[in-house]
């Protein structure tokens, strides 16, 4: 048997533990993370989407438009969540952006210091997710448990 040096022993194992870490965690897409959203029949939702689509409505839906489908002013959301990850938007609503390469004045207002958003920012994330998703089509859901 043909001694193998110690080192090159230990150095094997290493490349092998970087190459199991690169397979476990890939890197973060908004595919890959698990639905947080239940839908049935179309339009009957859990808590949280309905919480989401409501205070969707109170906070968001004068600049994004009905259905997170955007407006004039600012951009149709069932088409950001499709590459945005989770931590994008919740960032996005918490800091607000202000394009400031382009020629307007559009701003994304922060919502950090208000509270309905804080509390409730995993339901707006869990609506939006599932009208972009395709699940929940337009307009008023019911909830599931009633
Ligand atoms: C006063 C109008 C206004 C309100 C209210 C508003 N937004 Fe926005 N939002 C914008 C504008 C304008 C942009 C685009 C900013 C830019 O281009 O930098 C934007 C961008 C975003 C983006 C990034 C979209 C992308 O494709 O990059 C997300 C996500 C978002 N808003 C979510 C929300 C949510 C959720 C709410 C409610 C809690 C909300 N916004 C309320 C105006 C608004």
Redesign the pocket.
């Known amino acids: 048997m043909i001694a193998m040096p110690r080192s090159l022993i230990l150095l094997g194992c290493a490349a092998t533990l970087i190459g199991a870490g690169a397979w476990l965690a890939p890197p973060s897409r908004a595919a890959e993370e698990p639905k947080p959203y239940t839908v049935k029949d179309g339009n009957k939702v859990d808590e949280a989407t309905y919480k989401g689509y409501l205070?969707?409505g109170d906070?968001?839906m004068?600049?994004?438009g009905p259905d997170g489908l955007g407006s004039s002013?600012?951009?149709n959301?069932t088409?950001?969540?499709k590459t945005?990850t989770k931590q994008q938007?919740e960032e996005?609503?918490i800091n607000g952006?202000?394009?400031v390469n382009?020629a307007n004045d559009?701003?994304?207002?922060a919502?950090g210091f208000n509270q309905d958003?804080v509390d409730n920012i995993d339901n707006?994330y869990a609506y939006?997710k599932a009208r972009s998703d395709g699940a929940l089509g337009r307009g008023h859901p019911e909830h599931l448990n009633q």
């Not at 559009?106 to 207002?109: A, E, G, R, T, W």
């Open positions: 205070y969707y906070l968001c004068r600049c994004h002013y600012a951009p959301l088409d950001s969540l945005m938007v996005t609503i952006r202000k394009n382009s559009k701003v994304m207002p919502f958003a707006i939006l």
